[in-house]
């Protein structure tokens, strides 16, 4: 069985990436396992997916920290190498505290590619930076949620592209929501508001949107070269 570790930065990567697995792989093809790292110990979360009969074997670690995902990934690499484990990837939002601060509050495609960099450096140090990979969502998560646009109007049927596009100002199916907002969190939270809700990251306000997921939905952020950086996790999870 092949075997591939996911460290996340927080819960709501942590829930997307089991969503992901289960609509891309299949539930039949796949076993999984989900923790969150707390001081030091792994504590089991839901959930899990035993599956004696799987292809692939998925851990998925939420760290609770962004600026520790590549930390703790340089602190288990080896052992998980020496377990079996063909790839060890990472995913964490672009968006921190010092983003904002060397950005000034916007997207810099230079501080980004700052950001890039500096974890591909880490990356080669450590004993086997072929199977290792970091990946950024850019700006965040909700980023690729944008980009997913029709999960919204299945969380509420009024909230189609026209309503959206009319109440705020945008066209989700034409902006590139990476390059667009630089908090995408913000303007879901807009979005939710528009009928009544609201998105604050919670388990399960998370947990809801990811569920109205579906593969077209996947295709629909990669239109013509948006979420690039969703484009890239996709890749390095499926090759």
Known sequence: MKKIAIFTEGQSEQIF????????????????????LYRDRMDPVPFKHPNENAE???????????????????????????????????????????????SGRVIDENVTREFIDGANIVIRSMSDPSKIKMHFAIMELEAWFLGMYNIFERVKPELNIAYIEEELGFNLVVIDPQTEFFKPANEVDKIFKLVGLQYQKTEHEVESLCSEMNTNDFSNALENGRCISFKDFYDGILN
Do not use: P
């Open 17 to 36: 990436v089991r969503h992901f697995l289960t609509l891309v792989f299949g539930w039949e093809n796949i076993s999984f396992e989900c923790f969150k």
């Open 56 to 102: 692939i074997y998925f851990l998925i670690l939420n760290i609770g920290n962004d600026e520790k995902v590549l930390t703790a990934v340089k602190e288990r690499e080896k052992g998980l190498i020496q377990k079996g484990y063909e790839k060890i990837i990472s995913l964490r939002d672009m968006y921190s505290q010092e983003y904002s601060k060397r």
